[in-house]
């Protein structure tokens, strides 16, 4: 028996024994002082094996990586930016990592209500600049550190805006900017009021509800805390009750909030404006949660398509919670409170079905099949044909657009048999549009919404369109290495949107390329008839140091009037403006 005792003693001082390759040391300011709450990340250059650790009051840490060779150590001193230490190989116990020169604040922590100090306590510093502004959240208590006679002495980085937050148990939070005018050994006081405290047990149908989400969340009379020493931002709580179904939650901020308690299967119970005095216990007795409804249903898609790959989310308290769909197109949710309960399709990624919303009014206990018919809502194949005098026109631009007034689906060119085909969205107001080289609308037409599931939409335009060219002066040279900028406006149409495009001119250009800028001369082809103005400018990019670039308007700008017919070529004549 001894022989066996001695056995287990010596295996389980051996567990406890950090592993021979494992990292230890020091870390100190520049005086040689510990410095205690550094995190340190250490990373072995050969594998992906990585350990952490926190320094001791002393400074003392110990990283127990388990692999052999060299490593790089990763620091992160609150309130400093993080730094990489050189390669330290494994197994070496006399690391000291000196932190750069940095500035220290002494705080002197204090009761408010009688003055005297409070010796166990939290203080976090951080840099203006990297506050995150949103609210407060709170998972688990602090871990209060021992501060005889309520001082403590942490980092603050010199010479930039400081934000402190102290916490002690019993106590409300604090925070504000730290002071950078004190002389040197002068603590900055800071007093705490006494905490609100609130409590309660959850109950449900089989007796305490362990581990149910509670969620408390402050609320501030027109954003601003009715304690004028609260963050202006609130303050949320979520934790979880113990084995017994108790809630605790202590060193609240004087105020009211809102309280959400969540557990699987069962209906959300709230309560709201619950008003908690400063130092106040609110004692909320046993909460009763009782069974939730449930929203069972399927989504219909057109045959051939997958329901699983659809994003569908259930929209609760702002938040979007995503709602798994089986392959056959079925889907669950349980545990919904009695109300309205919304499911929304958003917009799907690389695809081009359309958002729907879904709302469902649902009673306690209930259990309620739904369909989501997405049929409507499903990309069409399209196939459209372009003529113009009964000929197939080449090389326009067929685009669908929506009921917002810019181009929003890019289809395709036309081909040589006038044909181009592709995938619309269809809905109020969807419409096919066919456009000329520089984007001109020639013709557009509405869809109808209400097609059979899956239907290809097939569209013949039929255009009786005109040209165009408009000619410069002879003394006319363009600007080399230049960007075109060419407005239209319909003369005869004032309700038509002005419409403007881009070339550029230089070597390599669409204008070379494709002959539209000739010369003296700039091809329009294709136009639907009617009356233009037409103005143009040239642009050139420009940047200077400090500052990014941008295209900057060439003084030189020319202005026409065309009026198109049909099968007719025009030309106008560009002329300078002054």
């Known amino acids: 028996m001894l022989a066996l005792a001695a056995l287990l003693a010596s295996a389980l001082s051996s567990t406890q024994e950090p592993p021979p390759t494992a990292i230890a040391g020091r ?55 993080p730094s990489d230490m050189p390669r330290v190989e494994a197994g070496t116990r006399n690391v000291e990592i000196v932190l750069p020169a940095r500035a220290f604040q002494t705080f002197r922590v204090l009761d408010d209500a009688t003055g005297k100090p409070i010796e166990l306590v939290e203080i976090e510093t951080m840099a203006a600049g990297s506050i995150d502004w949103g609210p407060i959240t709170r998972e688990v208590p602090r871990d209060y550190r021992a501060t005889p006679g309520g001082l403590q002495r942490v980092p603050v980085p010199a010479g930039t805006s400081v934000w402190f937050s102290v916490y002690a148990a019993g106590h409300a939070p604090r925070g504000g900017d730290v002071r950078q005018d ?36 402050q609320i501030h009379p027109r954003g601003a805390s009715p304690d004028d020493r609260g963050p202006i931002e609130p303050e949320v709580r979520v934790r979880r009750t113990d084995a017994q179904g108790v809630f605790q939650a202590g060193e609240l901020y004087g105020g009211t909030y809102t309280l959400r308690v969540t557990a699987p299967g069962l209906a959300p119970l709230e309560r709201h404006e619950l008003r908690i005095e400063p130092g106040q216990t609110l004692d909320l007795g046993m909460i009763e949660l009782r069974s939730g409804g449930s929203l069972c249903g399927l989504v219909r898609v057109p045959a051939g398509a997958d329901p699983s790959r659809i994003r569908l989310v259930h929209e609760e308290r702002g938040q979007d919670l995503p709602v798994p769909i089986e392959k056959d197109g079925s889907f669950r949710l349980l545990g919904l409170g009695a109300g309205e309960v919304t499911l929304v399709v958003p917009a799907q990624e690389r695809a081009t079905l359309l958002p729907r919303r879904f ?19 499903w990309p069409r194949p399209l196939r459209v044909r372009v003529l113009d ?12 657009r929506g009921d917002a007034p810019r181009l929003s689906n890019w289809i395709g060119e036309t081909d040589a048999q006038g044909g181009a085909s592709g995938l619309i969205e269809p809905g109020r107001g969807a419409q096919i549009v066919i456009m000329n080289c520089f984007g001109l609308e020639l013709d557009d037409r509405g869809l109808d919404p209400f097609l059979a599931p899956g239907a290809a939409v097939e569209e013949t335009f039929e255009l009786a369109t005109g040209s165009a060219r408009l000619e410069f002066d002879a003394d006319f040279v363009a600007p080399s290495n230049a960007r075109v900028r060419i407005d239209f406006t319909r003369s005869d149409r004032p309700e038509t949107r002005p419409f403007w495009t881009f070339l550029r001119t230089g070597e390599d250009s669409l204008l070379e390329k494709s ?54 070529a025009c030309s106008a004549h560009l002329v300078r403006e002054p």
Not at 64 to 72: A, E, I, L, Q
Not at 360 to 375: G, I, R, S, Y
Not at 519 to 538: C, K, N, Q, T
């Open 515 to 568: 002959r539209l800028f000739e010369g003296r001369s700039i091809d329009l082809g294709i136009l639907s008839p009617g009356d233009y103005a037409v103005r143009l400018r040239f642009e050139r990019w420009e940047a200077s140091p400090g500052r990014p670039g941008a295209y900057r308007a060439l003084p030189e700008r020319y202005g026409a009037s065309l009026r198109v017919h049909t099968g007719e």
């Open 27 to 81: 870390v100190v300011d520049e005086q040689h002082q510990p410095v205690e709450g550094v995190w340190l990340l250490c990373e072995s250059t050969l594998t992906a094996d990585n350990a952490s650790a926190i320094s001791e009051r002393d400074g003392r840490f110990e990283l127990r990586t388990h692999f052999t060779g060299p490593h790089v150590i990763r620091v992160d001193a609150r309130g400093l930016e």
């Open 359 to 377: 709302v469902f009014e649902l009673a306690q206990d209930e259990m309620k099949n739904v369909t989501l018919d997405l049929t409507t809502s």
């Open 182 to 217: 004190l002389p040197d050994g002068v603590p900055q006081e800071v007093r705490l009021r006494a905490g609100a405290q609130l409590r309660l047990t959850a109950n449900g149908p089989t007796g305490p509800l362990a581990a149910a989400d509670v969620r408390l969340e």
């Open 389 to 400: 005098r009964a000929k197939p026109l080449e090389g326009a631009r067929v685009c669908s």
